[in-house]
């Protein structure tokens, strides 16, 4: 009976892990993004990059891997832009951050949302001595009470 319960939960934090992997692959290259609430963040972290832990913040993190043969990506520097669009036509530029930690780098900004609000991500980045790229997607996003 544990076996099948610690299997179960197993199971279920690889699928959801495996949803929550957001990428897409463009002139031997993956885009990887994710959008969460600022709560989400330990405090710890937060405060390293500068981040106010709000529900009604969320934060945006993009990375850039230049794809190899073996399968890992080398992570790579761009000039990056990303902008959220609402339904009606509101746009507001993101400012973002390069985060270098060892051989990683990130882009992350964060930004107010407003509760269950449908947004568009507009990203424009272009790889440093590489190609350029344009990639829109849409999030819903929730305020968290805190």
């Known amino acids: ?4 319960l610690l299997i179960t939960c197993l199971l279920t934090l690889v699928g959801t892990l495996a949803w929550a992997e957001q990428k897409v ?22 405060a390293r990059y500068q981040i106010v832990r709000s529900g009604k913040r969320a934060f945006i993190n993009l990375s850039i891997l230049e794809k190899s043969a073996d399968g890992f990506g080398t992570p790579v520097s761009a000039q990056v832009k990303a902008r959220q669009r609402t339904l009606i036509g509101q ?13 990683s780098i990130y882009y992350i900004g964060s930004f107010e949302i407003l509760n269950r609000d449908n ?13 350029g790229f344009e990639f829109s997607f849409p999030q819903q996003v929730w305020q968290e009470a805190k």
């Open 1 to 4: 009976m544990l076996r099948q």
């Open 119 to 131: 947004l568009w991500f507009d990203i424009n980045l272009t790889v440093t001595d590489g190609p």
């Open 25 to 46: 692959d463009f002139s031997g290259h993956e885009l990887h993004y994710i959008i969460l609430n600022t709560t989400e963040l330990p405090p710890k972290i937060a």
């Open 91 to 103: 746009i507001a530029d993101i400012e973002l951050q390069e985060i270098r930690e060892g051989d």
